[in-house]
């Protein structure tokens, strides 16, 4: 099935030139975004007519990746074929924005009502609890995790459901070697969080295999947003990094100033997500695959942010430290390259303008960042 994107005429504001790619564009397969590489223009493209479009069901939609994950999916193939669900109240906007329902995905029966209701074709399964939170309570992050996950997966087998459930480079471990980590590699996560997302990952391959379930999964690096703040990730040290800088407060760091890890802007994120998830079947070889978007450590990050207003940093060591130690320092997602075409857009330092610019108009200040 041919796939077209909305254009950026129809995109709504907090989308455009951040969500720009279209079914009909060539697409490079370098693995790595060229230093200070300018994000792509946005192209203008037809739509699919409304009963060729896929009809998705969202989970733990108010989370950082599925606040926005739903806005772009809704731009792509309209606000009332995507379903965002979550436990929590959603943000006054999310109502007048496109269907939203309460969905603990603990509650099979409850997710299979959404989906016969909905006539839902796709799951995009985003409820998770996250490696520093669940290290603090890992009874709720298996359960979580695990119990929503095989709910999901066998109700994709008996609907007949394409699913995507992201994983996390939490399932690798020192042994899965520090630099430019492979797709097939060892896995031996340190955290509850990871043995969850490779566990997610084998489910999910073992359903494909038996069941033919059209079942998709990215390794996500951390990811950074100006738009949600995180919940409870190791690297949620780089988004608070901008707040306290345009606070004018002091930054206590979790994470030690030469450790680097993989990270990925939400752009980036979000377009190689709906790439991927609407890429034809027939087109990937793997289920799982690794995507990234860059690599840096604390003081890289606090050097780029310091080119337009100052921070002062402290740095105490904690769990997220622990966490990062048995983490890769960069991963290799030319797998995803070659097979849809993944290519990072953003660097580290048009990250930072843009970061900057965006959370100081959220704070109504005026942006650092000189034009």
């Known amino acids: 099935q041919f796939l077209y994107f909305i254009g950026c005429h129809l995109t709504p504001p907090m989308l455009r030139n951040r969500f720009t790619t279209c079914a009909g564009r060539t697409l490079a397969t370098s693995a790595t975004a060229a230093v200070g590489a300018a994000p792509s223009a946005a192209v203008r493209c037809h739509t699919l007519p409304d009963f060729e479009k896929p009809r998705i069901l969202v989970t733990g939609a108010n989370g950082q990746i599925g606040s926005e994950l739903v806005d772009a999916f809704r731009a792509k193939f309209g606000k009332f074929n995507v379903v965002a669900t979550d436990i929590r109240k959603p943000r006054a906007h999310r109502y007048q924005s496109g269907p939203f329902q309460f969905l603990d995905v603990m509650d099979k029966n409850a997710i299979e009502k959404v989906i016969v209701d909905n006539n839902i074709s796709w799951v995009i399964h985003l409820s998770a609890i996250m490696s520093v939170l669940g290290e603090a309570q890992p009874q709720k992050c298996i359960d979580l995790n695990i119990t929503g996950l095989t709910n999901v997966l066998e109700l994709a087998r008996v609907h007949n459901l394409r699913c995507f459930a992201p994983s996390t480079m939490a399932v690798f471990s020192p042994d899965s070697g520090k630099v430019m980590t492979k797709d097939d590699t060892m896995l031996n996560p340190t955290t509850v969080y990871g043995v969850t997302k490779v566990f997610l990952e084998q489910l999910g391959a073992y359903y494909a295999r038996k069941f033919d379930v059209d079942f998709r999964c990215l390794r996500y690096p951390g990811i950074i947003s100006a738009d949600t703040l995180p919940g ?140």
């Open 232 to 371: 409870g990730g190791t690297t949620d040290y780089a988004v608070w990094m901008y707040h306290y800088a345009l606070d004018k407060k002091k930054y206590t760091c979790p994470v030690l100033p030469d450790e680097p890890l993989p990270m990925m802007y939400m752009p980036d994120c979000l377009r190689g997500s709906v790439e991927y998830i609407s890429a034809p079947k027939e087109q990937l070889t793997r289920n799982v695959y690794n995507i990234t978007g860059m690599s840096f450590s604390p003081d890289e990050l606090h050097k780029s942010i310091t080119k337009h207003l100052p921070l002062e940093m402290e740095y105490v060591p904690g769990v997220a430290q622990e966490i990062a130690n048995s983490w890769p320092d960069s991963m290799d997602d030319s797998n995803a390259a070659a097979d849809f075409g993944w290519k990072p857009e953003w660097d580290i330092d048009a990250m930072t303008r843009e970061m900057l610019s965006e959370i100081a108009k959220s704070k109504g200040l005026p942006s650092p960042v000189k034009p």
